[in-house]
């Protein structure tokens, strides 16, 4: 996606209070005019440059069109241009400003501190400032989905061909290169066959293909440590030269247990597909 659709839609202060809105769980068109003071026209025309900006996920459910925040777009933002500035060198920088404008200021810092925090600035290997972890967004019940429970739902757009991202996905030889087993293997690709991804370290995860429509959709009921299976689906779309994969588990229920699943499942989803489509824009 262009850059510049992220940054023109981040740009509006309206469409990052809806953004922060989404940031908890989804919520209807309805829902979100309810606390936008603007007109209902006005609000959709706000989710519309977000959806184009592909910084929300829409769905349709009967009357009802659901709206969810997508991170993948702000992931790869700051990590294409806000990496190698630290936090602490560009306070230091402004608290200089800070003193320097402030009426009646007898001194100014000396060169030598401004150097140092631009020097941490330019030196993307200087030692980083600790960074407070981002809660992960953490979406309520979904009626709209088959499955009870919350979910976790992302879009990304790769550059490279449905087949090309089909083959990351689905070859045993190719998911240890994105996502975190050694070793994959699968059995039939093939509604009722099995798949085993061999971690490192404790038991094996398993799944069972539930649809497996080569280059367009897969489908699996996932068991890893969680009380009991979620379900995986990947839908991919081409568009144009790009690849518009959709991703979404399904399942997660209420209580303190499933909170841990549900973090670490959406923190983990999010880096492995970001590597995926890297990988897949490189060539693969």
């Known amino acids: 996606m ?4 992220v940054w023109s839609a981040l ?10 809105l989404l940031r908890h769980r989804p919520k209807t068109t309805s829902e979100v005019a309810a606390h936008i003071p603007l007109s ?8 519309a440059v977000l959806e184009a900006a592909n910084l929300i996920v829409v769905r349709r459910a009967g009357r009802s069109r659901w709206n969810q925040i997508n991170p993948i777009p702000i992931h790869e933002v700051a990590r294409r241009w806000l990496r190698g500035y630290e936090l602490d060198a560009v306070t230091s920088l402004l608290r200089v400003r ?3 404008e402030r009426p009646g200021a007898k001194r100014i810092p000396g060169p030598t501190q401004g150097a ?5 600035v330019m030196d ?5 400032a600790p960074q ?3 809660a992960p967004q953490r979406p309520a019940v979904d009626a709209t989905t088959g499955v009870a429970g919350r979910e976790i739902v992302f879009q990304l757009w790769i550059r490279a061909t449905p087949e090309t991202v089909w083959r990351l996905l689905t070859d045993p030889a190719e998911i240890p290169r994105w996502s975190y087993p050694y070793a994959v293997e699968i059995d039939r690709l093939a509604p009722g066959g099995r798949m085993r991804f061999v971690c490192a370290e404790g038991e094996d995860d398993e799944a069972e293909v539930l649809a497996a429509e080569p280059n367009r959709r897969l489908a699996y009921r996932w068991r890893s440590s969680e009380p009991e299976p979620t379900e995986v689906e990947v839908i991919l779309e081409p568009r144009a030269d790009y690849t518009r994969l959709v991703f979404r588990n399904a399942g997660f229920l209420e209580g303190e247990a499933w909170d841990h699943f549900y973090e670490a ?7 492995h597909h970001l590597a995926l489509k890297r990988l897949a824009e490189a060539g693969a």
Request: aromatic share 6%; no cysteine; hydrophobic share 35%.
């Open 2 to 5: 262009d850059d510049d659709l």
């Open 11 to 20: 740009g509006n202060a309206t469409r990052r209070d809806i953004l922060d």
């Open 40 to 47: 209902r026209y006005a609000v959709m025309q706000h989710l």
């Open 98 to 100: 800070g003193m320097a």
């Open 116 to 120: 140092r925090a631009m020097s941490r």
């Open 124 to 128: 993307p290997q200087a030692p980083q």
């Open 132 to 134: 407070a972890p981002q």
């Open 265 to 271: 499942n959406y923190s983990g989803w999010l880096e």
